[in-house]
């Protein structure tokens, strides 16, 4: 069955064979509550859910295949209803806070070189609903999940229309209700899309991941550099930040003895002066298969302290979830 968010009264009305409208809408609240399963569903006649329960295994589309937990992280791999999985993870922010990572594509065309979703190559783009439904799922776990990040699998701005679907569709007040603010697009620097982010006027916040701010060094790291340089990002995120007037995050995985320089450090300065960004530095997560190294705790200080010395403001995070492979740049589906 297609999946049912991100769908109109009528067109779920006409997908489940309804009667009457509000029956579309019981069916919704109880989902959006976390109720999946028609026989547990509340408002409808035991004649409907009797129905409904035999033409159709779940309200949902995907399923829950494989659950990997530690102690600051839960991913979930979901298998969607062609047989693709993706995967996506709840994170533990401290202070009874938890934060949904979401995937918008099955793997990734951008092949960042330091991240495991570059090495699936792209299979596909998620609908909003099933993008919709990895926040269901992980809602399903038993916590209350107050911010999305799209930093999952895939490059959001590269499957623009379906994930603002899926932000309208967390934001609907008789929904998740899930303000803009507590949004996050995460790119690799796609300028067109953030260019487009832009015109929309949509108060989500976006992270950029930067990994360098020297143009020989990133066009080696991450391909986007090769079409979109420093300077073209830099246009793009200077008239965003003109038309939000918010603080952009510039995400800097430091891959040892490739970004962690003096030399970084003063390029890093260049690159953000004029922007109000943050920079959030955290220590490439290892994958086995990618030839770069963790940096050490000496050479992270050593930077940090450059940073420092050069009045750039940023923050040090812990990793989450490296233990089960659910950090940043670990997540990819082997199916």
């Known amino acids: 069955m297609a999946t049912l968010f991100c769908k109109t009264t009528d067109e779920i009305v006409k997908l489940l064979d309804l009667e009457k409208p509000f029956q579309a809408k019981i069916i919704y609240q109880n989902m959006i509550k976390g109720i999946f399963d ?3 569903m509340k408002g409808l006649t035991k004649e409907m859910r009797q129905r409904l329960s035999e033409d159709h295994e779940s309200a949902l589309s995907s399923s829950i ?3 990997y937990d530690d102690d600051s992280a839960t991913k979930l791999a979901i298998k969607l209803e062609d047989g693709s999985v993706v995967e ?3 994170l533990f922010d401290g202070d009874n806070r938890y934060t949904a990572c979401i995937s918008s594509q099955v793997g990734c065309a951008m092949g960042c070189s330091f991240c495991k979703t570059g090495t699936m190559g792209l299979k596909r783009n998620l609908n909003a609903g099933e993008i919709v439904e990895q926040f269901a799922h992980l809602k399903s776990l038993g916590e209350k999940i107050s911010h999305i990040v799209f930093m999952g699998m895939g490059e959001p701005l590269a499957n623009f229309q379906e994930v603002m679907r899926a932000i309208t569709e967390f934001h609907r007040e008789d929904g998740f209700n899930i303000s803009y603010r507590k949004i996050t697009i995460s790119t690799c620097g796609l300028v067109p899309g953030i260019k487009k982010l832009t015109e929309l006027n949509l108060p989500v916040k976006l992270a950029v991941s930067l990994v360098s701010a020297d143009d020989a060094t990133r066009s080696k790291i ?4 090769r079409t979109y340089n420093l300077k073209k990002l830099k246009e793009a995120l200077l008239s965003f930040q003109h038309h939000q007037n918010k603080r952009i995050t510039l995400e ?3 891959l040892s003895g490739v970004n962690t320089s003096e030399q970084s450090a003063i390029d890093l300065m260049k690159f953000t002066k004029g922007l109000d960004a943050l920079i959030n530095l955290i220590a490439w ?4 298969e990618l030839n770069y190294k963790t940096p050490s705790k000496k050479e992270i200080e050593c930077f940090t ?3 420092k010395r050069l009045g750039i403001k940023y923050t040090l995070r812990r990793s989450k979830g490296r233990g089960t492979l659910a950090a940043c740049g670990q997540l990819a589906s082997e199916e």
């Open 285 to 288: 997560n290892p994958i086995d």
């Open 222 to 225: 991450m391909k986007i550099n």
């Open 252 to 254: 800097y995985c430091m």
């Open 38 to 40: 028609f026989n547990d």
């Open 65 to 67: 295949i494989k659950k």
């Open 305 to 307: 302290n450059n940073l």
């Open 88 to 90: 996506c993870v709840r």
